[in-house]
């Protein structure tokens, strides 16, 4: 049967410390999670009851055995992880400040697995086929996963919901996209031409478009070739356009945050559920919403993804909270 949702991308294993407020060299306890954004998206759609896999690469050790096991547990077929011999499986350490001081550092040098993923390793039939299809910037940074991703994009051709999470992460580009992102735009010019739905934030939209207004960010989404744009605002919460001109405004869910690394994947997997459902855009996008929220005030990203009835909860108790202010 085809797949609800199916990912493609980064995956790695998050090293988290289990203290908070303090820096790495004074951290003494660590916790280890599945990691990778668009593997915590098919976690996420998984946790709503939605057959999902991945499509990536991990190395040949202990640590990829642990990325099967953990995608097996949590529901979604480990089938299209691959085996690369290039490196070792990515190892992703933080450091946790609340509430909005999270560093990262990515372990994936000199390249990683799943940036090693090639255009005649794929499934081209489960990905024409999959209700959902979701790709990331990140795998446009380098080949030949720049050449799978638009491999991937030109067999599905548009068909169902195909959806690009805007992903900008500089370090994983060359030096030049790094310095003038006009380069990463040209790539991703092409690969929002084959997607109905671009989904990212404030800064990960300038680099698609130009553009940093948020109203203008999404219509040059949708200039771009999109049917849906998001674009997320963080303590202003969210702007959707579709190609009607139809805009949405949902508006942040409070939260006391403590982790804030996972809420971006947990929009999405959540943005998945309420598209395959059918909902109009103002639910759905505001139960992605929700769903970020509730893994921002969570520790880990891949462990703290919400079921459907934990989503709903927090959306009454939102509306609660705005009908008390009011």
Same mark, same amino acid.
């Given at each position: 049967?085809?797949?609800?949702?199916?990912?493609?991308?980064?995956?790695?294993?998050?090293?988290?410390?289990?203290?908070?407020?303090v820096g790495l060299a004074e951290v003494?306890?660590?916790?280890?999670?599945?990691?990778? /954004?668009?593997?915590?998206?098919?976690?996420?759609?998984?946790?709503?009851?939605?057959?999902?896999?991945?499509?990536?690469?991990?190395?040949?050790?202990?640590?990829?055995?642990?990325?099967?096991?953990?995608l097996d547990g949590y529901g979604v077929?480990?089938?299209?992880?691959?085996?690369?011999?290039?490196?070792?499986?990515?190892?992703?350490?933080?450091?946790?400040?609340?509430?909005?001081?999270?560093?990262?550092?990515?372990?994936?040098?000199?390249?990683?697995?799943?940036?090693?993923?090639?255009?005649?390793?794929?499934?081209?039939?489960?990905?024409?086929?999959? /209700?959902?299809?979701?790709?990331?910037?990140?795998?446009?940074?380098?080949?030949p996963s720049r050449s799978a991703t638009?491999?991937?994009?030109?067999?599905?051709?548009?068909?169902?919901?195909?959806?690009?999470?805007?992903?900008?992460?500089?370090?994983?580009?060359?030096?030049?996209?790094?310095?003038?992102?006009?380069?990463?735009?040209?790539?991703?010019?092409?690969?929002?031409?084959?997607?109905?739905?671009?989904?990212?934030?404030?800064?990960?939209?300038?680099?698609?478009?130009?553009?940093?207004?948020?109203?203008?960010?999404?219509?040059?989404?949708?200039?771009?070739?999109?049917?849906?744009?998001?674009?997320?605002?963080?303590?202003?919460?969210?702007?959707?356009?579709?190609?009607?001109?139809?805009?949405?405004?949902?508006?942040?869910?409070?939260?006391?945050?403590?982790?804030?690394?996972?809420?971006?994947?947990?929009?999405?997997?959540?943005?998945?559920?309420?598209?395959?459902?059918?909902?109009?855009?103002?639910?759905?996008?505001?139960?992605?919403?929700?769903?970020?929220?509730?893994?921002?005030?969570?520790? /880990?990203? /891949?462990?703290?993804?919400?079921?459907?009835?934990?989503?709903?909860?927090?959306?009454?108790?939102?509306?609660?909270?705005?009908?008390?202010?009011?």
């Open positions: 049967m085809p797949y609800d949702v199916l990912t493609m991308g980064r995956v790695g294993v998050d090293v988290y410390p289990l203290q908070t407020g003494t306890s660590f916790g280890k999670y599945l990691g990778g /954004s668009p593997t915590n998206v098919a976690v996420a759609a998984a946790r709503y009851g939605r057959s999902a896999a991945v499509i990536t690469k991990t190395g040949r050790d202990p640590f990829g055995d642990f990325v099967r096991k953990a077929d480990p089938r299209f992880v691959g085996t690369s011999e290039i490196a070792p499986t990515p190892v992703t350490f933080c450091e946790i400040f609340p509430p909005d001081d999270f560093p990262l550092y990515f372990y994936r040098l000199p390249k990683a697995p799943d940036l090693d993923i090639r255009p005649e390793e794929l499934d081209l039939a489960a990905v024409r086929d999959a /209700s959902v299809f979701w790709i990331t910037g990140t795998g446009l940074s380098e080949e638009l491999a991937a994009l030109e067999h599905r051709a548009r068909a169902g919901v195909t959806v690009f999470d805007l992903d900008w992460r500089p370090m994983f580009w060359k030096d030049t996209a790094r310095a003038d992102p006009a380069e990463a735009r040209a790539r991703y010019r092409e690969a929002l031409r084959r997607t109905t739905v671009a989904v990212g934030n404030i800064d990960e939209c300038e680099v698609a478009t130009g553009e940093r207004e948020p109203y203008a960010a999404a219509k040059a989404l949708l200039a771009a070739g999109v049917e849906l744009a998001v674009v997320k605002q963080g303590p202003r919460g969210v702007l959707a356009m579709d190609r009607e001109g139809s805009v949405t405004e949902i508006p942040p869910v409070p939260v006391d945050v403590v982790n804030g690394l996972g809420a971006g994947d947990a929009f999405g997997g959540a943005l998945c559920h309420g598209l395959l459902a059918g909902w109009d855009t103002r639910r759905t996008v505001s139960f992605a919403n929700a769903a970020g929220a509730l893994v921002a005030g969570r520790l /880990s990203c /891949s462990d703290a993804m919400p079921t459907q009835a934990e989503v709903e909860a927090k959306l009454r108790g939102a509306t609660d909270d705005s009908e008390r202010e009011v």
